[in-house]
């Protein structure tokens, strides 16, 4: 009885449009048009007829599309078509005002951003990297541009050229002082502190940081040259993708020795790479002709990214309020809100640990569950919802377990972790729609 009275409140949790049969239709397959009917052949012309009184007429030429049916085409095409083009005139008319509206902007990338050419400045918009008013956009790139070059020659100097340059410094206060003792035919042995010494175990040593330093530089090789290795950008042997992937150990780099906290951790090279990617890709020639804006345009971004997530990244929070844990335990509150049947039935009756899969969903925000050009779009809405991409990925994350609840609701331990850990295509709009509609209070029925 007790089981029986706890499962009737769930099922009455799960809303109407959760039942729609839209949520488990596979997307239509396109098939080539010239191939589809190639075996069997086309349907053979059949014999003449009996003479009848009157011929059927010929078909008439197609009418014009009156306004419902220009209405159920938008319905399916979603995104594309008119939708589409009425989306890119609004993104257009709202990147033409000289002080740029964010919450507007907001707005439409929830919606996608339907020119790719256009992410690359909405995005940096978004993130803060660029001002609202148009008029500052040249100051402020050159000004972080600069700031960025500067942490290039400042933090990943060698340190023999360190250790040389302080003995130059230190040469132009002596040359002095040793100038008496040119006639003696000894040459002048380098004076190097102790301290700066390459076998120092001091802490303040240069060597010893740069020692120190070589694990987490080996890690960020390895990760970066495991980056996409589908894509020709990341991977491979052609110039293109050893110059981008020197530009994503650089970024890593920089970041580690600037956040002393964090360091580098496994993965970051993922959340990066799509910024990169955007960034590098841009058509502007001002953003991206010149290799180190991109890389600097998107350090920027990308520190801009990881302070809303920078406590997932932290094992000493690990066990805390702030930590990855407790961000998987409210993705596990947010699923039983929404669906607690299929909480019920993941947690308690088939014991899948929502750690077991979340972990790698919300430390890489779903760069690994999707095509590369899906995580773009999934990052539009991110970056774009007001309330934050830390929320927004969340309802995310429900509502990837929302459009799978049938076949995890059907599935053992087993079946259902292999399920979320090789999360099968999905329609982006409509895993998106759905994970608008977790946005607020839940359903009850």
Same mark, same amino acid.
């Given at each position: 009885?007790?089981? #029986?009275?706890?499962?009737?409140? *769930?099922?009455?949790?799960?809303?109407?449009?959760?039942?729609?049969?839209?949520?488990?239709?596979?997307?239509?397959? #396109? #098939?080539? /048009?010239?191939?589809?009917?190639?075996?069997?052949?086309?349907?053979?012309?059949?014999?003449?007829? &009996?003479?009848?009184?009157? &011929?059927?007429? &010929?078909?008439?030429?197609?009418?014009?599309?009156?306004?419902?049916?220009? !209405?159920?085409?938008?319905?399916?095409?979603?995104?594309?078509?008119?939708?589409?083009?009425?989306?890119?005139?609004?993104?257009?008319?709202?990147? *033409?005002?000289?002080?740029?509206?964010?919450?507007?902007?907001?707005?439409?990338?929830?919606?996608?951003?339907?020119?790719?050419?256009?992410?690359?400045?909405?995005?940096?918009?978004?993130?803060?990297?660029?001002?609202?008013?148009?008029?500052?956009?040249?100051?402020?790139?050159?000004?972080?541009?600069?700031?960025?070059? /500067?942490?290039?020659?400042?933090?990943?100097?060698?340190?023999?050229?360190?250790?040389?340059?302080?003995?130059?410094?230190?040469?132009?206060?002596?040359?002095?002082?040793?100038?008496?003792?040119?006639?003696?035919?000894?040459?002048?042995?380098?004076?190097?502190?102790?301290?700066?010494?390459?076998?120092?175990?001091?802490?303040?040593?240069?060597?010893?940081?740069?020692?120190?330093?070589?694990?987490?530089?080996?890690?960020?090789?390895?990760?970066?040259?495991?980056?996409?290795? !589908?894509?020709?950008?990341?991977?491979?042997?052609?110039?293109? /993708?050893?110059?981008?992937?020197?530009?994503?150990?650089?970024?890593?780099?920089?970041? *580690?020795?600037?956040?002393?906290?964090?360091?580098?951790?496994?993965?970051?090279?993922?959340?990066? /790479?799509?910024?990169?990617?955007?960034?590098?890709?841009?058509?502007?020639?001002?953003?991206?002709?010149?290799?180190?804006?991109?890389?600097?345009?998107?350090?920027?971004?990308?520190?801009?990214?990881?302070?809303?997530?920078?406590?997932?990244?932290?094992?000493?929070?690990?066990?805390?309020?702030?930590?990855?844990?407790?961000?998987?335990?409210?993705?596990?509150?947010?699923?039983?809100?929404?669906?607690?049947?299929?909480?019920?039935?993941?947690?308690?009756? #088939?014991?899948?640990?929502?750690?077991?899969?979340?972990?790698?969903?919300?430390?890489?925000?779903?760069?690994?569950?999707?095509?590369?050009?899906?995580?773009?779009?999934?990052?539009?809405?991110?970056?774009?919802?007001?309330?934050?991409?830390?929320?927004?990925?969340?309802?995310?994350?429900? *509502?990837?377990?929302?459009?799978?609840?049938?076949?995890?609701?059907?599935?053992?331990?087993?079946?259902?972790?292999?399920?979320?850990?090789?999360?099968?295509?999905?329609?982006?709009?409509?895993?998106?729609?759905?994970?608008?509609?977790?946005?607020?209070?839940?359903?009850?029925?």
């Amino acid at each position: 009885m007790g089981e #029986t009275s706890s499962r009737k409140p *769930a099922n009455k949790r799960i809303p109407d449009w959760l039942n729609s049969p839209m949520w488990s239709i596979p997307a239509p397959v #396109t #098939t080539s /048009a010239s191939h589809q009917f190639d075996d069997p052949p086309p349907r053979p012309v059949a014999p003449p007829p &009996p003479p009848k009184p009157s &011929p059927p007429p &010929p078909p008439p030429p197609a009418p014009v599309k009156s306004r419902s049916e220009m !209405e159920q085409e938008e319905e399916v095409v979603g995104s594309s078509g008119v939708c589409k083009k009425h989306l890119l005139a609004e993104f257009t008319a709202a990147l *033409a005002q000289k002080v740029v509206n964010i919450g507007e902007l907001q707005r439409l990338a929830c919606q996608g951003i339907p020119d790719p050419n256009m992410r690359p400045t909405v995005w940096k918009l978004l993130l803060g990297y660029l001002p609202n008013d148009h008029a500052l956009w040249p100051y402020e790139l050159e000004k972080k541009r600069s700031q960025y070059n /500067a942490f290039r020659d400042e933090l990943l100097v060698n340190p023999s050229e360190i250790t040389r340059r302080m003995e130059e410094k230190d040469g132009m206060k002596e040359k002095d002082k040793n100038s008496d003792d040119e006639g003696s035919g000894f040459l002048s042995r380098s004076k190097i502190p102790h301290g700066e010494h390459p076998l120092s175990l001091g802490e303040t040593s240069v060597w010893n940081q740069y020692f120190q330093e070589s694990e987490i530089v080996e890690q960020i090789d390895r990760d970066v040259k495991r980056t996409h290795p !589908e894509m020709p950008f990341f991977s491979g042997e052609s110039s293109l /993708a050893k110059s981008n992937q020197e530009s994503l150990k650089r970024i890593l780099m920089i970041f *580690a020795k600037l956040n002393p906290g964090i360091r580098y951790v496994q993965g970051m090279n993922e959340v990066l /790479a799509p910024l990169y990617y955007v960034f590098k890709t841009d058509p502007d020639q001002n953003n991206s002709q010149a290799n180190n804006t991109a890389e600097a345009d998107t350090f920027f971004c990308f520190v801009e990214i990881l302070s809303g997530f920078r406590d997932n990244f932290c094992k000493q929070l690990d066990n805390s309020v702030v930590g990855i844990r407790s961000t998987i335990s409210r993705l596990s509150n947010l699923l039983r809100k929404h669906d607690e049947e299929l909480w019920r039935h993941l947690e308690i009756s #088939t014991k899948v640990n929502p750690q077991f899969y979340a972990f790698r969903w919300i430390t890489l925000l779903l760069t690994q569950e999707f095509d590369f050009n899906d995580s773009l779009r999934i990052w539009d809405t991110l970056l774009g919802d007001p309330e934050g991409p830390q929320e927004t990925l969340l309802r995310v994350c429900c *509502a990837m377990l929302i459009l799978v609840r049938r076949r995890l609701l059907a599935g053992d331990f087993t079946a259902n972790l292999k399920l979320l850990q090789n999360y099968p295509l999905s329609n982006i709009d409509h895993l998106l729609h759905v994970a608008n509609k977790l946005r607020g209070s839940s359903f009850s029925g």
